[in-house]
């Protein structure tokens, strides 16, 4: 509580790659707190207490607006992806604050994606339904995280408005092995999304015969230590006006 009222948070940014370009389309935006005694904090430590503590929401709140407020600084059309706990998802404000927030930072809605996962529908059906038609109306991207771990993700697609499947990691994990299914699975993954007219984002890429792997199945864009680890903001803005990124 008094990191987030003390300017003591900070967001970092990983890049997410298109693949047939190789140029970044998507930042992805992780919340890092710089203690002033204890240094930086890491997001396992603090993530589970803010859960506990019912600040999650805050958090969240406070990383949303300042990732479109970081976003809107920055050249070209590059979007920026913002995770959406649960929590903040089943308040009925929450369109309303992504409304201000984009206002606020004037970000353009379609540079905003809003990374949920399948955590959300456990709340009221028509609650969900009805935050997704908000959110849908306010023009903004949504994606499915963690997509393949849970127990209902074809379900959800059903209905859920999503723009974009995230390959969880753990698929990408022995793709290159010809014992391993995980190739065949992320095949499957990658038409489905086609035809849905879904984008694809492998998470997790470490090694360059995950990334051929990748571009040979079809994903749309990738993610993970490879291209860059999640750096400041500050480090953002020197990349890409360097031509780095």
């Known amino acids: 509580r008094d990191a987030l009222g003390s300017d003591q948070m900070r967001l970092a940014y990983q890049p997410i790659i298109d693949t047939a370009t190789n140029k970044v389309v998507t930042l992805e935006a ?8 204890m240094g930086n904090v890491p997001p396992s430590i603090f993530i589970p207490i803010a859960e506990e503590a019912n ?8 990383a949303l607006r300042q990732a479109c407020i970081d976003t809107a600084q920055l050249p070209g059309g590059v979007k920026v992806a913002v995770n ?70 074809l379900g959800y697609l059903q209905h859920a408005p999503f723009d974009k499947i995230k390959i969880d990691k753990s698929f990408i994990q022995g793709v290159t092995d ?18 849905l007219k879904m ?10 015969d995950e990334l051929d792997a990748m571009r040979r ?18 480090d953002v803005c020197e990349a890409m006006m360097s031509g780095d990124w």
């Not at 199945?217 to 500050?234: C, K, N, P, T």
């Open 217 to 234: 199945l079809g994903v749309s864009q990738i993610q993970g230590y490879i291209y860059a680890a999640a750096v400041s903001f500050e």
């Open 199 to 208: 984008d694809t984002t492998a998470e997790g890429i470490e090694a360059h």
């Open 30 to 37: 992780f919340a890092r707190w710089e203690h002033p005694e």
């Open 84 to 153: 959406v706990s649960a929590a903040q998802f089943s308040n009925p404000g929450f369109a309303s604050l992504v409304a201000q927030s984009l206002a606020h930072s004037e970000l353009p809605p379609e540079r905003l994606e809003l990374e949920l996962t399948e955590s959300i529908f456990l709340g009221d059906k028509a609650m969900t339904e009805e935050m997704f038609t908000q959110l849908k109306m306010l023009g903004v991207r949504l994606a499915l995280d963690d997509f393949g771990t849970g127990y209902s993700s």
């Open 178 to 195: 010809p014992s391993s299914r995980n190739s065949a699975i992320i095949s499957a993954i990658v038409s489905m999304a086609n035809a």
């Open 55 to 62: 600040l999650i929401g805050a958090l969240g709140d406070w």
